[in-house]
Each structure stands twice: as structure tokens, then as C-alpha cells.
């Protein structure tokens, strides 16, 4: 079996994930961290991963990381750098990303053009991995899809509690909780704008895996309030300040709404208004012949009670072995032969997940 050399690239809430499965799992040997603070350069990747010492020092150094000898990076910063991603595969390692990247057609011609030509260069693949989107926004309906023998719409769920999430850069900085609602609305947050790019690859994808011809794309955001001061694990959330947000994306085509994506995130189950979503992670509804309906969440509570630990697993587990197999270029599900994760069922360690 071969044993894989990877590089994980950023260490934040998904990073740290990573990092874990990479000490767990036999088949990966991690051989550096690329880290962005100088608080994290010289710390060993298992302090950073709260687990025990790995002998890998983080760096701040991108120098350092490319004259390195590796198979993949696992590339998980909050935003993308396009220049870095192709010093990386020019240097001749994959990478496999949890932050968009996975369906180039949605992607501005020149950031195409240069993240093939890097590939070429490098004899490296690119893929767009990660949870929503990278599996239950495109492949899981387009699995699903395979049991109908119509479909009239396509819905895809997103609920997510990030309460208990550690990041004040993705939640205040990026998305925008504790800001005033109407300004908020009037003017998303920067990350808002991200996920609707990233969320439009997802979408084309699914689009074209079920031949559907794409008239327009449109999308609706909306927030909701806190009712009462919030302390959450990232920050401080004021009464009255945006505790809650919903973004609809919809891909139309005959005139009519085939393809809908809603996310709904929020740090409270009391907000106003009270969208009524529920608890369910992820769903995909297909109306159609016959109308189906598939459900994903965790069938148990995490330890510490962070509800969305287990979403964050699956954002960060990866496609690499499939990914350092490919033939050079931007891979999406549509042209990446079935991932086969290598010793998944191996016995239980002492890591706490």
C-alpha cells in the first residue's frame, strides 16, 4: 500500500481536522504545516491539532513548504490565493481543497487558464473537495438522482449551528454575525460573496451532470436577529445583531426553478424570524417520479456537545489518493473515477475526535 506524503496548508478549525486524520490514518505520512500567524511558527502540528506532538514544526515560510518532497497539499485557508495554489502545483504537488475549486466552468476564464497551465507544468491535479459544496450539493443528488426516472426540482438543505464554531474570522470577520441586520443586508459580509461563488460551481456542476440547460442564476439572502445577548464560542453576539442567515441560490431553466440551494446558518435556535429548519445538517429533496428524499447528519452527539463538530470531519476529509492517481488538470466529480479512501476500517487509536 502505498503511503502518502502530504502537506497540510493552513491550521484553522478544518486544518486542525485534517491534521488528526493524517496522524490517524497509516497510509499519510504528514510532512509539514503551512501556517499564516508567527504565534504558530515552530509549534509542532500536534499542539496545533490538540494531539500529541507529530515532530513536524509548523512554517510560515511558502519557500520552505515548495522545495519540499510531497504528494499533496491539503489546502484549507479561509480564502483562496490563486498565485500560491499554482506555485504549489507547479511545484509538482496536487492539491485537494475543502474552499471552493470544484467545477472550473463556474470559475473566471483567466483563473482557469492559469491553474491548468500550473498543472501541466507540474504533472498535478486539482480538486475541489469539502462537504457543501464538493459532495452533498453535487454528487450525493446526482447519486440520489440515479433511483427517479423524473425530476422536476432539485433541493439541497443546508442547516448548520455555528455556536459552537472557534473561528471569529469565518463568523464575524467573514460572514458577518453581529452586525446590524439592515446594513448587513444592504451589504453582505465578504465571505457571503464567497460561498455564492463557490455555491454557482456547485451548482453548474449538478446542472450539467443532469443535462439541464441553465437560463439564469439568482439568489436571495436574508438574516435574522438575536433575541437576547449571545455568548458564543468565536464571540460576542449583541441583541438586536444579526444571529442567524439565509441564502437561497436558484438555478432556473424552462421558466421554472430546478435547482435550489438554501443554507441556513445561525448561532441560536431563538431568532427573529424563526425560519423553522430544524436540526437536519444536510438534505437533498428531488420532486419527481417518484419524489425522494435523503437526509445526512451525525447519529450521535459530539463529546464537548459542538453540534457541528462532525460537519467539520466532513468538510475536511479528503480525495487525495484519488487526486495523486489522476492525469494532470482540474478534476471534478464528472471526470474523477470513484474516490476510494485508503484504511478507513482500521482499529481505534487513543485520538480524541
Request: proline share 7%; aromatic share 8%; net charge negative.
Amino acid at each position: 500500500m502505498q503511503t502518502y506524503r502530504v502537506i497540510q496548508w493552513a491550521t484553522g478549525s478544518i486544518g486542525q481536522i485534517s491534521i488528526r486524520h493524517f496522524a490517524d490514518n497509516p497510509d499519510f505520512e504528514l510532512v509539514a504545516v503551512l501556517v499564516t500567524s508567527q504565534e504558530k511558527q515552530g509549534k509542532d502540528a500536534g499542539e496545533l491539532a490538540a494531539i500529541p506532538n507529530l515532530g513536524v514544526a509548523a512554517t510560515t515560510s511558502i519557500e520552505e513548504i515548495l522545495a519540499l518532497d510531497a504528494d499533496a497539499v491539503n489546502y484549507a485557508p479561509l480564502y483562496a490565493d490563486i498565485d500560491d495554489m499554482a506555485r504549489i502545483l507547479r511545484s509538482g504537488k496536487n492539491i485537494v481543497t475543502p474552499v471552493g475549486f470544484v467545477y472550473p466552468k463556474a470559475l473566471e476564464a483567466a483563473v482557469v487558464d492559469k491553474l491548468e497551465a500550473a498543472c501541466a507544468e507540474g504533472g498535478t491535479s486539482l480538486f475541489g473537495a469539502g462537504i457543501h459544496p464538493g459532495f452533498s450539493g453535487d454528487l450525493l443528488p446526482l447519486v440520489v438522482s440515479r433511483l427517479c426516472t423524473r425530476i422536476d426540482q432539485v433541493t439541497v438543505q443546508e442547516v448548520a449551528d455555528l455556536a459552537p464554531h472557534p473561528s471569529h474570522a469565518m463568523n464575524f470577520d467573514g460572514l458577518g454575525f453581529g452586525r446590524d441586520p439592515d446594513e448587513a443586508r444592504a451589504d453582505p459580509s465578504p465571505l457571503i460573496h464567497t460561498m455564492e461563488s463557490i455555491f454557482k460551481e456547485s451548482m453548474l456542476l449538478l446542472a450539467d451532470g443532469l443535462g439541464v440547460a441553465v437560463e439564469k442564476m439568482t439568489t436571495d439572502f436574508d438574516v435574522s436577529v438575536a433575541k437576547r445577548d449571545l455568548v458564543v464560542r468565536s464571540g460576542e453576539i449583541p441583541r438586536g445583531t444579526v444571529g442567524g442567515m439565509r441564502h437561497e441560490w436558484i438555478t432556473w431553466s424552462g421558466g421554472r426553478p430546478v435547482i435550489v440551494f438554501r443554507s441556513f446558518w445561525k448561532m441560536d435556535d431563538d431568532l427573529e424570524p424563526n425560519w423553522g429548519y430544524g436540526t437536519v445538517k444536510y438534505s437533498v429533496m428531488i420532486e419527481g417520479v417518484p419524489s425522494t428524499k435523503v437526509e445526512l447528519e451525525p447519529t450521535s452527539k459530539h463529546p464537548t456537545g459542538d453540534e457541528g463538530y462532525w460537519g467539520r470531519i466532513w468538510t475536511a476529509m479528503n480525495a487525495i489518493t484519488a487526486v495523486v492517481a489522476s492525469t494532470p488538470g482540474i478534476k471534478t466529480h464528472l471526470n474523477l473515477p470513484t474516490i476510494q479512501p485508503p484504511s478507513l476500517v482500521r482499529p481505534a487509536t487513543k485520538l480524541v475526535w
